[in-house]
């Protein structure tokens, strides 16, 4: 271990009760994206998280911008090189079933609680309090260090396209939003927003709602049929025999009104979680009417995990297979609305997929049709890139243990900006991003920032050392 390193590992150290108080803070905020405001583009509580990171920073001798509210940065050193940090302040809805406060930041058994624990506050402050160490231990740094605080990184990524229509793009970058030691291939997210016309007839489905964000597993959704006087009797039938304990049915006349309970997860892995609007859709499907039950089949198919509904299934040999998680579904003005979060990969093109849907859906009956469609394309490294390197390398020298590089379906701002890759936050017991009771162990986030110091040192090193 250099002198530096020691130097900055010690510094740390003497600041973990402040770094955890500071967290503790942020993690209070409940910046949650709302209604647009002056100066907030993402609503008052975001903008009070980051006016909160922003005022930290200048307190430490930062220097800082706003852009408008749609991101801000800090920064300290000097020269053209610029190594960065992005981190992001924004949080995912709550959704029921919390035994914490989502925003009450409680400790308990040596854990951290509150939605952004994980996901992404506990590492953004991890990542800051490691360059704020390096920079006492290392003041001639030979280049910059720049923490970036994006605030729509959950819903839309619209505060770092901002940053990158202002602003320089990094010499290297590093998102701590992801595994350790760091993802070297994100897979291509893609939205598709498929539509059908309502099902009538014997079983008229009139309402069918459920879902929050594209990128979180259904766990509540409601429906409404109205049964024809013809079908009731077969639906009665099916209700008698029904099996599904997380799913209850009552009569309301000739409406049967549906709800169903799932668990949430994050939409990079619908098979982690139980989406309720895939429950309600195969009830539906296993008590339609003969006459109907084509039509509500198709519906089903539709949310596949896999992508068969939507004719992209598939996979590659970097990053392994296309997944889909049906996020949000809703009836308006005459159709059904799926919107299908898709984690395709990496050595494939987004453009093709959405021709490969359209041509599968024309194939279908029942009028499917993609009615929108936005793409993130994929993040790829080779393993010997000098930035994957460098992290692997890192995090070897703090842990002891020799660890490859990861591939995963989520996304993060590494894949929006320019010569960055997403690295690790923490350990088992830690997250999960987008559940319920999200957590961090406070030990752990200490731990990952002393392996931020280290990832930091090297960076700062290889970018100085550059022409």
């Given amino acids: 271990m250099s002198d530096?390193?020691?130097?900055?590992?010690?510094?740390?150290?003497?600041r973990s009760d402040e770094m955890l108080e500071v967290t503790r803070d942020l993690l209070r905020i409940p910046s949650l994206e709302a209604d647009p405001l002056p100066g907030a583009p993402f609503g008052a509580e975001n903008r009070k998280a980051l006016d909160f990171a922003l005022d930290?920073?200048?307190?430490?001798?930062?220097?800082?911008?706003?852009?408008?509210?749609?991101?801000?940065?800090?920064?300290?050193?000097?020269?053209?090189?610029m190594v960065a940090i992005l981190g992001h302040l924004d949080v995912v809805p709550v959704g029921p079933g919390?035994?914490?406060?989502?925003?009450?930041?409680?400790?308990?058994?040596?854990?951290?609680?509150?939605?952004?624990?994980?996901?992404?506050?506990?590492?953004?402050?991890a990542a800051l309090f490691a360059a704020l160490a390096l920079r006492q231990a290392k003041p001639d740094l030979g280049c910059r260090v720049r923490i970036i605080f994006g605030c729509n990184e959950e819903s839309g990524f619209k505060c770092i396209h901002r940053y990158n229509e202002t602003e320089e793009e990094p010499t290297f970058g590093i998102a701590p939003d992801a595994g350790w030691p760091l993802i070297h291939a994100e897979k291509g997210i893609a939205d598709f927003v498929v539509g059908m016309p309502v099902i009538g007839g014997e079983l008229e489905l009139v309402a069918l709602e459920g879902g929050q964000r594209p990128n979180?597993?259904?766990?509540?959704?409601?429906?409404?049929?109205?049964?024809?006087?013809s079908a009731r009797a077969h639906v009665e039938s099916k209700l008698a025999d029904s099996w599904d304990r997380n799913l209850?049915?009552?009569w309301e006349g000739d409406l049967?009104?549906?709800?169903?309970?799932?668990?949430?997860?994050?939409?990079?892995?619908?098979y982690g979680g139980d989406n309720a609007a895939i429950r309600v859709m195969r009830f539906l499907m296993e008590i339609a009417p003969l006459s109907a039950q084509e039509a509500y089949e198709a519906l089903f198919e539709t949310a596949h995990i896999a992508g068969l509904g939507l004719g992209i299934a598939g996979a590659d040999e970097p990053s392994g297979p296309l997944s889909a998680n049906l996020g949000i579904i809703r009836t308006r003005e005459g159709m059904v609305e799926l919107t299908m979060n898709v984690r395709y990969p990496v050595t494939w093109k987004?453009?093709?997929l959405r021709r490969r849907c359209e041509a599968h859906l024309a194939k279908v009956d029942h009028g499917l049709t993609l009615l929108d469609f936005h793409d993130s394309p994929p993040l790829y490294f080779p393993l010997e890139h000098p930035l994957v390197q460098a992290v692997c390398e890192a995090y070897t020298d703090e842990t002891g243990e020799i660890k490859a590089p990861g591939v995963m379906g989520g996304g993060t701002y590494a894949r929006a900006v320019a010569n960055s890759v997403a690295i690790g936050t923490g350990w088992q017991g830690d997250g999960p991003a987008h559940q319920t009771d999200e957590r961090i162990g406070i030990e752990h986030q200490?731990?990952?920032?002393?392996?931020?110091?280290?990832?930091?040192?090297?960076?700062?090193?290889?970018?100085?050392a550059m022409d």
């Fill in 248 to 250: 209850a049915a009552h």
């Fill in 256 to 270: 049967l009104q549906i709800h169903a309970t799932g668990k949430a997860a994050h939409g990079s892995w619908p």
């Fill in 216 to 229: 979180i597993v259904i766990d509540s959704c409601c429906a409404s049929v109205r049964v024809a006087a």
């Fill in 56 to 81: 930290f920073c200048r307190s430490q001798g930062l220097e800082t911008r706003d852009i408008e509210g749609y991101c801000g940065w800090a920064e300290f050193g000097s020269g053209p090189k």
């Fill in 98 to 125: 919390w035994k914490f406060d989502p925003f009450g930041a409680e400790i308990q058994d040596g854990w951290l609680y509150a939605r952004g624990a994980s996901d992404d506050k506990g590492p953004t402050v």
């Fill in 4 to 14: 530096t390193v020691a130097a900055a590992l010690d510094a740390l150290a003497s």
């Fill in 350 to 352: 987004g453009d093709d």
């Fill in 446 to 464: 200490q731990r990952a920032a002393r392996i931020y110091v280290r990832i930091l040192d090297r960076l700062t090193d290889l970018a100085a």
